[in-house]
């Protein structure tokens, strides 16, 4: 339920009557399309972005409703013996992680079997700096030290639960043009473009097929890119989905996550990290 600019969160769970209202919905959609749960995804609480709207009450608006959903899911598996999943899909920086919770407490997710952080877009449409989206490791010359690494320390200092966490992975790529004449290693490069075009993992497996030469492995980070001097691109491959599913393993986290299936076809990604694991 939701996504990138998606409204109605915050009226939705603003009063008691409203929250009911939206979680007999919620439950009735589940069990008509026999799905075995429910995954939220407001992008983000307390924060108007992208035409939607917020309100100062946004996080402990949210915080009753995923505490009286869990509720009423578990009514439904005294009813029908069946287990429903209710989980929530999570910024990646501390200012979005902290959206969720401002106390810092987290007390969401006591009442969620996992939150799926949103590993991915780490670097892309806001900046003109050359980088990684969906990195595993922090990295020298990067605009800010978010990463994989990151988000699961922040997480887990909290004291979040490992199996509570699960990371994302990217199918898709972010590219950014307009390189300085003579560029080298273009990682924290100002360019003159945005990294706001994306091009899904099907259609990047020509470019890199065509150009092996251009492909790169920053050890730092964890993750691979193309760049053939005028164009960088971040993406996952086989080899970071692996080390993406090594980390799960080494940090015993619930799981990985990615967006989405469709940018996959052949399932090489997806193999990958499940051959690893």
Known sequence: MGGWSAGGFSEGVSTKGSREILIENLVTYMQTYHFNGI????????????????????AQNFLYFVQELREQLDLLTNETGEV??????????DELLET??????????????FVNVMTYDMR??????????????PYPKAEGDLSVEQSV????????????IV????????????????????????????????????????????????????????????FDGQQFISYDDVRSMAAKADYVKDRQLRGIMYWEHSLDLTGELLNAAVKQL
């Open 167 to 226: 990371i994302g992975a990217a199918f898709y790529c972010r590219y950014w043009t307009g390189f300085p004449a003579g560029v080298i290693d273009p990682v924290g490069v100002a360019t003159t473009s945005f990294g706001n075009q994306t091009v899904d993992y099907n259609q990047l497996k020509e470019l890199l097929a065509k150009y092996p030469e251009n492909i790169f492995w920053d050890e730092k980070a964890s993750a691979p890119y193309y």
């Open 100 to 113: 969720m919770s401002p106390d810092g407490k987290y007390d969401y997710i006591d009442y969620l079997d």
């Open 124 to 137: 892309g449409s806001f900046t003109q700096i050359a980088g990684h989206h969906t990195n595993l490791y």
């Open 84 to 93: 429903y999943l209710l989980t929530a899909a999570i910024g990646a920086a």
């Open 39 to 58: 995954d939220l995804d407001w992008e983000y609480p307390g924060m108007d972005v992208a035409g939607i709207t917020a309100s100062k009450d946004d």
């Open 153 to 164: 320390n922040h997480l887990l200092k909290k004291g979040i639960s490992p199996q509570k």
